[in-house]
C-alpha cells in the first residue's frame, strides 16, 4: 500500500512540474509576444502619422489638440504634393541616377570581388587589408576631399558628380568577395584545365551562384541612391540635376514662410512608397544574400 501512495504522488508531483514548466513557457512566450507587437507599434506609429497627416486639412494640422483620424480626408492633397514638388522630374533624375550607378557599380564589385577571392597576385591581402581599413575612416571625410575634387574638375550640378565619387563601395566587395570564397577553389581549377578563361569562369559559374548577393547588392546601393540626401544638395542642387530627397525640401515653403505640412507629408508618403514595396516583395533576397556571405577568408 504504501508502494502505491508512493508512486501515485511521485504521478502528481510530475504532473505539478508539468503544468508549472507549461505556465513558464506560456508566460515567456507571452512576454516575448507582447515585447515585439509593442516595438512594432512604435515602429509603425510615425508611418501611421505621417499617413495621418498628410490627409488632413493645414488647419486641423496646425489645432492645439492633435487627432488620430482626420475630420476630413484630403486626398486631393496627394495630387497638389505631385504638383507642387515636380515630383515627376524628381522621380525621373533619381531613377537615372539609381539605375546608372547601381549598373557601374556592380561591375565594379563583381570584378574586385572575383579578384580578391580567386586571383593570385604580389600584395593582394595587403591591398585588401587596406580597403577595409577605409570603412573605420568617417564619410563626412571623404565628401570633404570629394568635394574638393569634384569642384576642380567642374563636375557641379551635373548628373557625373551624382555618379562617379561613390561608385566604390568596400562593404559591397568584401560582401561579395566572402560568397565567392565559399565556392569550391576546385571547380575554378577545373575550368582552367578546359580552357575556360576567368571572366567566361566569372559569368557563367560565379555570378550564377552569387546571385542572392548581387540582388541584395543591386537592391541595397538602389535604396542608397533613392534616400541620398547631404552629397547631392551639396553639389547638384539644380532644378534638372536635383533629386527627389532634396526636392521635398522647400517646396512647400510658401512667399510667407509658412510650410503646407500636409501636403508636404502626402509628397513623402508618395516617396516613401516604392521604398516600403521593395522591402515587402524583395526582403528575402536582402536577408539571403546578406546570410550567404558567410565568414570565410
Do not use: C
Not at 501611421?48 to 489638440?65: A, P
Not at 546601393?221 to 532644378?239: F, H, Q, T
Not at 525640401?249 to 516600403?276: C, H, I
Amino acid at each position: 500500500m504504501n508502494d502505491v501512495k508512493m508512486e501515485t504522488m511521485s504521478e502528481k508531483d510530475m504532473r505539478r512540474v508539468a503544468i508549472r514548466q507549461a505556465i513558464v513557457k506560456g508566460l515567456v512566450k507571452f512576454g516575448v509576444y507582447a515585447f515585439l507587437i509593442i516595438m512594432a507599434l512604435i515602429v509603425l506609429f510615425p508611418f501611421y502619422w505621417m499617413i495621418n497627416s498628410s490627409l488632413k486639412t493645414l488647419d486641423e494640422y496646425r489645432m492645439s489638440v492633435p487627432t488620430f483620424w482626420p475630420h476630413k480626408v484630403m486626398i486631393s492633397n496627394y495630387a497638389s504634393a505631385y504638383k507642387t514638388a515636380n515630383l515627376g522630374k524628381l522621380f525621373v533624375n533619381t531613377v537615372i541616377v539609381g539605375v546608372v550607378s547601381t549598373i557601374l557599380s556592380l561591375v565594379i564589385t563583381v570584378l574586385s570581388a572575383f579578384a580578391f577571392a580567386r586571383l593570385e597576385f604580389k600584395g593582394k591581402d595587403m591591398l585588401f587589408a587596406g580597403l577595409l581599413a577605409t570603412m573605420m575612416i568617417p564619410g563626412e571625410l571623404f565628401t570633404i576631399t570629394n568635394y574638393g575634387t569634384v569642384t576642380q574638375l567642374g563636375w557641379t550640378n551635373t548628373y557625373t558628380v551624382l555618379i562617379v565619387p561613390f561608385l566604390v563601395s568596400v562593404f559591397y566587395i568584401y560582401l561579395l568577395r566572402q560568397n565567392f570564397l565559399q565556392i569550391p577553389n576546385e571547380l575554378y581549377l577545373a575550368a582552367k584545365v578546359d580552357g575556360t578563361s576567368d571572366l567566361k569562369y566569372l559569368w557563367r559559374v560565379m555570378i550564377p551562384l552569387a546571385l542572392p548577393t548581387l540582388i541584395s547588392i543591386t537592391i541595397l546601393k538602389m535604396m542608397g541612391a533613392w534616400n541620398s540626401y547631404i552629397w547631392p544638395r551639396l553639389v547638384a542642387n539644380d532644378e534638372a540635376h536635383r533629386l527627389i530627397t532634396n526636392g521635398l525640401r522647400n517646396a512647400f515653403t510658401e512667399t510667407t514662410g509658412d510650410v503646407n505640412y500636409p501636403v508636404q507629408m502626402a509628397a513623402v508618403a508618395l516617396v516613401s512608397l516604392p521604398l516600403f514595396l521593395v522591402f515587402v516583395f524583395l526582403r528575402k533576397y536582402i536577408m539571403q544574400g546578406v546570410s550567404r556571405s558567410g565568414t570565410k577568408g
